[in-house]
C-alpha cells in the first residue's frame, strides 16, 4: 500500500502564489507517474499535471505557463509550484501516483485526501 499527503493549499489572493507538496509513504517499490488533479464545486474531477520518473511533463491546457510541476525521486515526493492564480483555480487539488509493488505486475492507483486551494478575486 501507499499513502499519499498533500500540504500547501490555503487561501491566496488572485495573481498570488502557492505551492503544493505531496509525499508518497509505505510500501514503495516503483512509482512512475505522479500528479495533482483538482475538483472544483459541482464540476468533475480533471487532470491539472502529471509527471513521469524520468521528468516527462504534462499539464492542462489552462495552467501551462502558470503552474509548474516538479518532482524529487530519492524522497518520493512530487510539487506543484502555482503562480498567476486565477479565482478559477478554486478546487480541491488532489496528489496521484501509479505504483507497481515488488512482487507484482499491475500498476495501481493511489490518492490523496486532497488540499484545499481558493482563489480570491
Known amino acids: 500500500q501507499v499513502q499519499l499527503v498533500e500540504s500547501g493549499g490555503g487561501l491566496v489572493q488572485a495573481g498570488g502564489s502557492l505551492r503544493l507538496s505531496c509525499v508518497a509513504s509505505?510500501?514503495?517499490?516503483?512509482?512512475?507517474?505522479m500528479g495533482w488533479y483538482r475538483q472544483a464545486p459541482g464540476k468533475q474531477r480533471e487532470l491539472v499535471a502529471v509527471i513521469t520518473s524520468g521528468g516527462v511533463t504534462t499539464y492542462e491546457d489552462s495552467v501551462k505557463g502558470r503552474f509548474t510541476i516538479s518532482r524529487d525521486n530519492a524522497k518520493n515526493t512530487v510539487y506543484l509550484q502555482m503562480s498567476s492564480l486565477k479565482p478559477e483555480d478554486t478546487g480541491d487539488y488532489y496528489c496521484y501516483a501509479n505504483h507497481r509493488p515488488r512482487t507484482g505486475v499491475y500498476w495501481n492507483d493511489y490518492w490523496g485526501q486532497g488540499t484545499q486551494v481558493t482563489v480570491s478575486s
Open positions: 509505505g510500501s514503495i517499490f516503483n512509482i512512475n507517474l
